[in-house]
């Protein structure tokens, strides 16, 4: 299983972002997982930033992106994306992209939760 994480890049403060991942091999329909994004910055733990449930229908988001980011999904495509506005420098992380069986509690926030992660890729967002 491949997960692909795209979109990462260095922005200014008060612009915006769109992250896409994309899943190859997966064992299962793509339907069948949540889909989640999480995020690391250096000497602190991973951590949730938003979730999809795998028939689209539910979104979760941590407080302090509510507003500003969406989570959405194109199930034909095996991808989900983030489209993330108004973003602050301390949205400065590494950001991750990865997928949980769909049968466990919703949302998944937990990073046991997810059985198949990506590389994550970088986003710099400057003062």
């Known amino acids: 299983v491949q997960v692909v994480e795209s979109g990462g890049k260095l922005v200014q403060a008060g612009g915006s972002l769109n992250l896409s991942c994309t899943v190859h091999g997966l064992p299962l329909a793509f339907a069948r997982y949540h889909m989640g994004w999480f995020r690391q910055i250096p000497g602190y733990e991973r951590g949730g930033v938003a979730g999809i449930s795998g028939d689209g229908r539910r979104a979760y988001y941590i407080k302090s992106v509510k507003e500003r980011f969406t989570i959405s999904r194109d199930t034909p495509k095996d991808t989900i994306h983030l489209q993330m506005n108004s973003l602050k420098p301390e949205d400065s992380a590494m950001y991750y992209c990865?997928?949980?069986?769909?049968?466990?509690?919703?949302?998944?926030?937990?990073?046991?939760?997810?059985?198949?992660w990506g590389q994550g890729i970088q986003v710099t967002v400057s003062s």
């Open positions: 990865a997928a949980s069986i769909n049968g466990g509690a919703w949302p998944p926030v937990d990073l046991s939760d997810y059985d198949y």
